[in-house]
């Protein structure tokens, strides 16, 4: 995955590098490993950080195919909207520097 806007701003730690793949493509559900993959992060690492991703309902387990659980962003949770708001807000930032 090409750097994002979102990560360029707020860095690569592998936290970051799993939000911005869910907010890029929010409207999908995953499973972890495709997560992990996507987002260029070990899924050991996602590991240690998952649960709070889930406890504080930033993510939302949506479907069950097979023996993987499927997960997306909750996009009716208050702070994912706002981060989604942040990251469009950056992309129109940069485009406007890239038009001046």
């Known amino acids: 995955m090409t750097e994002s806007i979102f990560a360029e701003v ?19 559900d995953y499973p972890l490993t495709e997560i992990a993959k996507k987002s260029g992060v070990s ?9 709070r991703l889930e406890k504080n309902n930033i993510v939302i387990k949506t479907r069950r195919v097979g023996k993987s659980d499927l997960f997306k962003l909750n996009t009716k949770n208050p702070a994912v909207k706002q981060l989604i708001k942040l990251d469009w807000n950056l992309i129109k930032g940069a485009e406007k520097e890239i038009t001046v």
């Open 43 to 51: 899924y050991s690492t996602m590991q240690t950080f998952w649960d």
């Open 10 to 28: 707020f860095g690569k730690s592998p936290l970051i590098k799993v939000l911005d793949f869910l907010i890029t493509y929010q409207l999908f």
